[in-house]
């Protein structure tokens, strides 16, 4: 399952009815949930410096997300892997992901794939596929 955010949906909205511009955002922040964030994305999300968790930093550019095909249904997937820092403590079993515009403005929310449960020294690292009201992340 997977949502759009209040704040992505208003901006995409003003963008398609009242011309308002819409460029997207030039980093983009990446997060981990033990359950699912919901559209405020202030619930369930492993705890930020606690284990080396971090969010993960992402230029908004073609090479990480390459522009979908033109052909069959919409598919958007990353052209580079993300990776997470190394845990330094258990994080916890992830099974949703999102994306944020800034530090505080979810934009879009799914789960993933797989349950995975990141222990001490894993290095996390995630592959997504985005598609027309389905949202998959993968872990590699």
Known sequence: MSAS???????????L?????????????IG??????GDSGVTSEFTIGTGAYARVAVTNDETRFPPCS???TPTKTNGTLLS????????????????????????FTA?????TVVLVADT???VW????????????
């Open 5 to 15: 955010s209040d704040y992505l949906e208003k901006k995409l909205l003003d963008h």
């Open 17 to 29: 009815l009242v011309n308002t511009a819409y460029a997207g955002e030039t980093t983009l922040y």
């Open 32 to 37: 981990l949930f033990a359950a699912d964030p």
């Open 70 to 72: 033109i052909t069959g």
């Open 84 to 107: 997470f820092p190394t845990a330094t403590t258990a994080w916890g079993t992830a099974t949703h992901w999102a994306i944020y515009a800034n530090a505080s403005e979810i934009t």
């Open 111 to 115: 789960t993933t794939q797989t349950t």
């Open 124 to 126: 996390t690292v995630v």
């Open 129 to 140: 596929v985005v598609a027309v009201k389905v949202i998959s992340l993968a872990f590699a």
